[in-house]
C-alpha cells in the first residue's frame, strides 16, 4: 500500500519560512518524480514545483519566484519544499504528489497523493 504523508504545515508570518515533508512509503520512491501542489478556498488546484525521478531536475510555477526548493531524498524516501518569503496569498493546502515511475517532472501524470497539509501565511 502506498502512503505519502505530508507534515511541517502551520502558521507563519508573511515573510516567514516553512519547510515541508512527505514521507512515502509502499514506492519505488528512488524511480519516481515528485510533484508539490496547493488548493486555496474557492480556487482552483494548481501545481508549486517538481522534481524529475533522479533529483536532477525542478521545476516551479511562475509564482514562486524564486522563494521555494524542492528537493528528494532517495535514502528517505521523503520529499521537501523549503518556502521562504512566504506571502498570504501562499495559504493553502498543500499536497505532496508522486508523478510517475521514470518521470521527468514536468508530466501532468500524478499517481499518488498525500492527505495534504495546510499552510496559513498571516499579514
Known amino acids: 500500500q502506498v502512503q505519502l504523508v505530508e507534515s511541517g504545515g502551520g502558521l507563519v508570518q508573511a515573510g516567514g519560512s516553512l519547510t515541508l515533508s512527505c514521507a512515502t512509503s509502499?514506492?519505488?520512491?528512488?524511480?519516481?518524480?515528485m510533484h508539490w501542489l496547493r488548493q486555496a478556498p474557492g480556487k482552483e488546484r494548481e501545481s508549486v514545483a517538481a522534481?524529475?525521478?533522479?533529483?536532477?531536475?525542478?521545476y516551479y510555477a511562475n509564482f514562486v519566484e524564486a522563494r521555494f526548493t524542492i528537493s528528494k531524498d532517495n535514502a528517505k524516501n521523503t520529499v521537501y519544499l523549503q518556502m521562504n518569503g512566504l506571502k498570504p496569498e501562499d495559504t493553502a493546502q498543500y499536497y505532496c504528489v508522486a508523478g510517475v515511475e521514470y518521470g521527468l517532472g514536468y508530466e501532468d501524470e500524478y499517481d499518488y497523493w498525500g492527505q495534504g497539509t495546510q499552510v496559513t501565511v498571516s499579514s
Open positions: 522534481i524529475s525521478w533522479t533529483g536532477g531536475s525542478t
Open positions: 509502499g514506492l519505488p520512491f528512488s524511480r519516481y518524480s
